[in-house]
């Protein structure tokens, strides 16, 4: 009898890959969405007309609301859960909008409560992020490992980074505090930014947007910035590789490759000569005065970015799962480019 997989979030940008993978493997799936008329969940509909109702089921199921997964995870052998609210932006407000608060930190918790009522759940695979891990006290040039842990508090921290840190510690804290070993099975991933094909045109202002800004920018220059990524389709992979990989436990960083801002610009440069790139890198003074004057940056952002390529130690996945990082981050950034482009140019084929 084929296993079934609920997948939370699974209209989102990762969401859609992973039940993508999970159909692709022979699995039955229950993908859950908070809006069933969004444009993801038209194209998990779609993908339930081809594969079956029977092997694919869309659901609506906010985990905001409690006991709202109770109904999609009754019949589940496990559970992927890549619900989140990943809008970004640095904020003065002391207060962490409520929205992240209850996606992210009060969904979790729920889910939780969902999952210790659940019967039938032999394991749990759970999408934290990079933003759980990077931390303020350390140096620049740290060796980030599973240990380490997003330690800025609330008045100072990035609402999405501070959300996605205090719920993955809830969940932790509450498996490692519960005795009676009836929870399934836990394992956590932290990926840092996605890139790669999408499924919605809502899905560019995940990390897709940094790729998106580029592009419309037109301008000569950019910051001296670097990003860690990981091609959204490796990470539904691995996630689903996971469920039955019996040398996975605890806790993943899942950093993908590094490369800078200027790096990315050259390379849709070489492929996509229609846009115009940057060619060099700015003084990081004069970055601190461009956002100063509300270019998308903020000095809190660039306080704890600028100019730092984060080390990480991702020997743990590499040693638990055969060659992780299988697609070439040129290729990942091509066809993030051509995903673009067909939404802004209907008629040009994306590589979905």
Known sequence: MRETVCVTGASGYLGTHVVAELLSQGYRVRASVRDIASEGAQHLQQLAQVHGADTLKVMCADFTV????????????????????TALGFTSDVDVPQTHQDANIIGTDNMLQ????????????????????????????????????????????????????????????????????ALPTLVRFNPSVLMGPFNAKAHQDSSISILRNLLDARASGCPRLYYSIADVRDVARIYVEALHNPAVEGRYLLPGKSISLLGIAAVVAQH????KMPNRELKDAMVYALAAHNTGLTTA???????????????KLKRDFCDPYRIDLTQTIIDSVTAIRAVAQPGIKSAV
Request: aromatic share 14%; proline share 3%; hydrophobic share 35%.
């Open 301 to 315: 952002y660039l306080d704890k970015f600028l100019g730092i390529e984060h080390r990480f130690d991702d020997s």
């Open 114 to 181: 969902s999952i210790k009522r659940s019967t039938g759940l032999k394991k749990v695979i759970y999408s934290s992020s990079m933003a759980a891990v990077f931390r303020s006290d350390v140096a620049d040039d740290h060796l980030y490992d599973e240990s380490d842990w997003n330690n800025d508090i609330k008045t100072s921290s990035e609402p999405y980074f501070y959300s996605k840190t205090q719920a993955e510690q809830l969940l932790k804290t509450q498996y490692d505090a519960d005795t009676s070993d």
């Open 66 to 85: 409690p006991k709202s997964l109770d109904t999609v995870l009754a019949d589940s052998d496990f559970l992927i859960a890549c619900a989140a609210t």
């Open 272 to 275: 996509f000569p229609e846009y």
